[in-house]
């Protein structure tokens, strides 16, 4: 079987988690059980710690927050 690739996106509480066990029951149902997963920001330890900074910072403006690991990870790794 070729490889698919599958995307869940929405808004916070908007049921992407949901969505995502329907669709793994449905493909384990199915017999496919070699399953990959992975979100943004996460996957890496670094994108897992933003991703947690993001969610759990409540004062600070989302684009102050996108636009500081930007210009951090630019300097970090530059093209």
Do not use: C, W
């Not at 066990?21 to 199915?30: A, D, I």
């Not at 943004?40 to 897992?48: D, F, N, S």
């Amino acid at each position: 079987m070729r490889s698919k690739y599958i995307v869940i996106e929405g808004l916070e509480g908007a049921g992407k988690t949901t969505a995502r066990n329907v669709v793994v029951e449905t493909l384990e149902q199915l017999g496919i059980r070699d399953m990959v997963f992975t979100r943004e920001p996460g996957g890496t330890q670094l994108a897992e710690k933003l991703r947690s900074l993001v969610l759990d910072i409540k004062s600070v403006g989302d684009e102050v927050i996108t636009d500081s690991f930007d210009i951090q990870h630019q300097t970090s790794s530059p093209s």
